[in-house]
């Protein structure tokens, strides 16, 4: 797989990376951990040296089977984990306060096992604490040698200036895919500018571009996306034209839906890195191909005419959960 690099930070990764957030948290019950470390370690071999975790997933099982898992070619990949949470709780409210980043840090170098964090990105902006602050932070903690460099996810435009302006932003990591695109219109031009990386979550949004998921689907009860409008069963079935234009594109393009929609990500910016999660190998497979499949000019256009004429229903989070995104 080709390389890319996070903005003008000089940090290379594959051009897709591995969200390992699904193996443990939000989608159902944790995969069995010796299936996780053998995904995991699929994924290597496939060529993927990202991989994206966070305390919070579980929390803290997912970053100590991540650590697991690489341990035996721990200096060939980049591993990314998050702070910003009490105690790790995703629910619990946001801490971003230099002593818990600090706590969290120490804590998640012993679960990855492993001396350096390559990005620790703060997971929500905490409106309690300064983002200057929290930049002045991770900063030292880059000084000590124990991160190699920052990250935010889901900050706004002026969150991401205040903070580069302390310790430069490296990537911000927000959910970004053909059918949650906000990002284009602010967030974009000011990573240009800055010379930051864009690394998407759910590029395969949340797994409905796929295919695989339609309005008889089933979640499980621990499934967050019982909680999502985007995913309510009207929502689904008004929204499965998404599914059908992608798909009646990717059979001219002898691909399957989830590729054409990672390839098509992958093609906005060289500085993007999508990390779709999975939890079965062939998906992992066939996520990783689309690194392989070339999207023309003509071939962006076309997918561009085609979602100008659909209108998407159902918002992407619930409004407790979009309180806590772009400030």
């Known amino acids: 797989m080709e390389n890319r690099k996070l903005g003008k930070s000089g940090l290379e990764v594959s051009a897709i990376g591995l969200g390992c957030m699904g193996l443990s948290f939000g989608y159902g019950p944790a995969t069995d951990r010796k299936d996780a470390i053998k995904l995991i370690r699929a994924a290597y071999e496939l060529g993927v040296t990202f991989f994206d975790s966070a305390e919070a997933y579980g929390p803290f099982i997912n970053e100590e089977v991540l650590g697991e898992a690489v341990a035996p070619f721990r200096d060939k990949v980049v591993l990314a984990t998050k702070f910003g949470f009490k105690d790790g709780l995703a629910n619990a409210g946001l801490d971003s306060r230099p002593e818990n980043i600090r706590a969290v840090a120490e804590a998640s170098l012993k679960r990855l096992r492993t001396d350096r964090i390559d990005l620790f990105y703060q997971h929500r902006v905490d409106p309690n604490v300064p983002i200057e602050e929290v930049a002045g932070t991770v900063k030292e903690l880059i000084a000590e040698g124990k991160v190699k460099h920052f990250g935010l996810s889901e900050a706004g435009v002026q969150s991401i200036r205040k903070a580069h302006a302390v310790q430069p932003v490296t990537a911000l990591q927000s959910e970004y895919s053909l059918w949650w695109r906000e990002p284009e219109e602010q967030i974009f031009p000011v990573l240009e500018e800055l010379g930051i990386g864009f690394v998407p979550f759910s590029p395969l949004g949340k797994g409905f571009l796929t295919g695989a998921i339609d309005q008889n689907t089933k979640f499980d009860k621990t499934d967050f996306r019982n909680t999502v409008p985007r995913f309510e069963e009207g929502n689904r079935k008004a929204n499965q034209i998404i599914v059908d234009t992608i798909n009646e594109f990717a059979k001219r393009k002898d691909a399957t839906p989830a590729q054409v929609a990672l390839a098509w990500v992958l093609a906005q910016k060289n500085w ?32 561009e005419d085609a979602f100008s004429e659909i209108q998407i229903q159902g918002d992407r989070y619930s409004q407790q959960r979009q309180a806590h995104i772009n400030r």
């Open 272 to 303: 993007i890195v999508p990390i779709p999660g999975t939890t079965k190998i062939h998906r992992l497979e066939e996520n990783i191909k689309a690194e392989q499949l070339i999207l023309t000019a003509a071939d962006l256009e076309q997918i």
